[in-house]
T-cell receptor, first 115, second 114 residues
Framework: DADVTQTPRNRITKTGKRIMLECSQT?????MYWYRQDPGLGLRLIYY???????NKGEISDGYSVSRQAQAKFSLSLESAIPNQTALYFC??????????????FGEGSRLTVL | AQSVTQLGSHVSVSEGALVLLRCNYS??????LFWYVQYPNQGLQLLLK????ATLVKGINGFEAEFKKSETSFHLTKPSAHMSDAAEYFC????????????WGAGTKLIIKP
């Protein structure tokens, strides 16, 4: 089983619908991240969390919200999806324990299409 | 603060030829540097990382990168390209003064010509 699991892997929805992407990890890492990937734009950070009580906005948080339900779970919500939120979404984790470098461990991605 | 520049959004090489993907960084404190690879329809996986030990870092699938502080570079190379190397490659940097958050380059798509 993957260390970082994202569900769903693919989702097609309509404009205005609420969508939740879920991420769970078995690595025991404190830090979790949500990224968005669009062709030619690389990876852009949406939200990140350093522990259960800590949530931070990234560079493109508008239109998104997150919930850190437990150390192992971090979900991303689109309250009212719009077509320009069509993208590939990645969850990632990192460990800043002794000797930590910030290395990220990624899930396999969730491809979202908003019609 | 850190930043990363990857030269060339697309790089095309012939099978068997040298692969060279360029990454330049800026950082006011000692950095950690990473190369990640994304194969078509897959997530990102770590190719290699520089963590202030050896300046020449060897990674998976025959790739290596050299940390050159004087040139603020961390270019990725492979002596002989294989068709299976076709993918997108991302360079990233982290450092203490940004709380070890990864800062990403825009990515380089490697195309292998038969």
């Amino acid at each position: 089983d993957a260390d970082v699991t994202q569900t769903p892997r693919n989702r097609i929805t309509k404009t205005g619908k609420r969508i939740m992407l879920e991420c769970s990890q078995t690595k025991g890492h404190d830090r979790m991240y949500w990224y968005r990937q669009d062709p030619g734009l690389g990876l852009r950070l949406i939200y990140y969390s350093f522990d259960v009580k800590d949530i931070n906005k990234g560079e493109i948080s508008d239109g998104y919200s997150v919930s850190r339900q437990a150390q192992a779970k971090f979900s991303l919500s689109l309250e009212s999806a719009i077509p320009n939120q069509t993208a590939l979404y990645f969850c990632a984790t990192s460990d800043l324990g002794q000797g930590g470098t910030g290395e990220l461990f990624f899930g396999e991605g969730s491809r979202l299409t908003v019609l | 603060a850190q930043s990363v520049t990857q030269l060339g959004s697309h790089v095309s090489v012939s099978e068997g030829a040298l692969v060279l993907l360029r990454c330049n960084y800026s950082s006011s404190v000692p950095p950690y540097l990473f190369w990640y690879v994304q194969y078509p329809n897959q997530g990102l996986q770590l190719l290699l990382k520089y963590t202030s030990a050896a300046t020449l870092v060897k990674g998976i699938n025959g790739f290596e990168a050299e940390f050159k502080k004087s040139e603020t570079s961390f270019h990725l190379t492979k002596p002989s390209a294989h068709m299976s190397d076709a993918a997108e490659y991302f360079c990233a940097v982290s450092a203490m003064d940004s709380n070890y958050q990864l800062i990403w380059g825009a990515g380089t798509k490697l195309i292998i010509k038969p």
